[in-house]
């Protein structure tokens, strides 16, 4: 696989320059590992890669030599992100533009890079005003991100923060109603999802964080068939998709201008 010469210019290598970008927060794209690395250091990089939303790619040395330029990259090297990250303010100021009630999507540690991909490209197609991911703790923006998104992340805002919830308290002092997709609260269809609407998806594994959906306004759900069996949940990125278009069918219904519920 080639790497365009911009790509190239955000790559670091060597172990502590590695280690202290992906403790930063700044945001990295890929981690490399060299094939032969000792098994705990490669462990101690691939937790930290997964807790920066880090894609982590392993390699032959040579090719690893190649790209760096040199042999000292010790078997680790890492691009730093070049994406061009949003802000909440800007955000909501996408909607003011378009003299809409503001309807944001919020990421609640979103692992894997295909669910993101996915829900970036549904939330443009729902007429989502921005996504909002953590710094870390969930998927960042890697390419893997951008190519299942179709180009979406390319149009839609992203938002990185550093917490989402404070993320969810800013929102609300922005009079921006937050739900939590959770299995106890009520199911979309009998919710008022009008308005100035923020929506929160969880986790692949563990679904929104316990503080996080302590914060929100409130639940929504999705109805299950009684025959489901021993499956328990949707995917993250499909049930993102049936809310957003339950909140885009409803807001189609409603009028989507305004901020009052």
């Known amino acids: 696989m080639e790497y365009r ?3 190239k210019e955000n790559l670091v290598y060597g172990k502590n320059a590695v280690t202290e970008l992906l403790k930063s927060g700044t945001g990295v794209d890929t981690v490399f590992l060299a094939e032969g690395l000792a098994p705990a250091v490669s462990s101690y990089y691939t937790a930290l890669a997964k807790e920066a939303g880090a894609a982590i790619k392993r390699v032959h040395t040579a090719k690893l030599k190649n790209l760096c330029k040199t042999e000292n990259h010790q078997g680790v090297a890492a691009f730093a992100s070049s994406v061009q990250y949003a802000s909440l303010e800007e955000i909501l100021a996408v909607a003011k533009n378009r003299n809409e009630a503001p309807f944001v999507l919020l990421c609640d540690g979103v692992e894997d890079p295909h669910n993101l991909g996915a829900i970036i490209r549904t939330a443009l197609l729902a007429g989502a005003h921005g996504v909002v991911i953590p710094k870390r703790g969930g998927a960042q923006l890697t390419g893997t991100v951008a190519k299942t998104s179709a180009g979406a992340s390319m149009e839609l805002p992203i938002a990185r923060v550093a917490n989402i919830g404070q993320a969810v308290r800013w ?17 979309a269809a009998r919710q008022n999802l ?6 929160v998806m969880g986790s692949e594994g563990k679904g929104v964080s316990p503080l996080v959906k302590k914060l929100c306004d409130g639940c929504v759900s999705l109805p299950q068939s ?8 949707l995917n993250v990125s499909v049930a993102a998709g049936i809310l957003m278009y339950e909140i885009l069918r409803q807001r189609g219904e409603e009028g989507v201008q305004g901020n009052e519920r």
């Open 5 to 7: 010469q911009e790509e």
């Open 171 to 187: 929102l609300k002092e922005q009079n921006v109603f937050v739900y939590a997709a959770d299995m106890s609260g009520q199911t």
């Open 194 to 199: 009008t308005g100035a609407i923020a929506l």
């Open 226 to 233: 009684p025959y489901r069996g021993s499956v328990d949940s």
